[in-house]
């Protein structure tokens, strides 16, 4: 049997990675990057500082990664950390959406 580390190395290996703009395009739920922050804390996927929790991690949800800011003459400013959502993260998005929100009542005009 291989080593389930293994597997979800894999798998994190074959999926697209979108930064959080990006990402709340793609999960289509009237909210920009801010919001979808705001949202994904609230709901447990994110600690305060916006860096995912382990365990949504090795499931491949999400994955961080560090960004190097350069200034305008090619030198090094400081590196900054970044959050990217795979595939199987924007899904896991879209459920959490579904089911928290498809239970509220519409408002007609």
Do not use: C, H
Not at 99 to 105: A, C, G
């Amino acid at each position: 049997m291989q080593n389930l580390s293994f597997i979800q190395n894999q798998r994190a290996a074959y999926q697209n990675w979108y930064d959080m703009k990006t990402a709340a395009k793609l999960v289509n739920a009237q909210m920009g990057r801010t919001k979808l922050f705001k949202y994904l804390r609230e709901q447990g996927f994110l600690m305060d500082d916006n860096i995912p929790y382990q365990i949504y991690i090795d499931r491949a949800l999400f994955k961080v990664t560090i960004k190097d800011v350069r200034g305008k003459y090619g030198q090094l400013l400081f590196k900054s950390v970044v959050t990217l959502v795979s595939d199987l993260g924007i899904d896991a998005i879209k459920q959490s959406l579904k089911n928290n929100f498809s239970n509220e009542p519409k408002v007609q005009n």
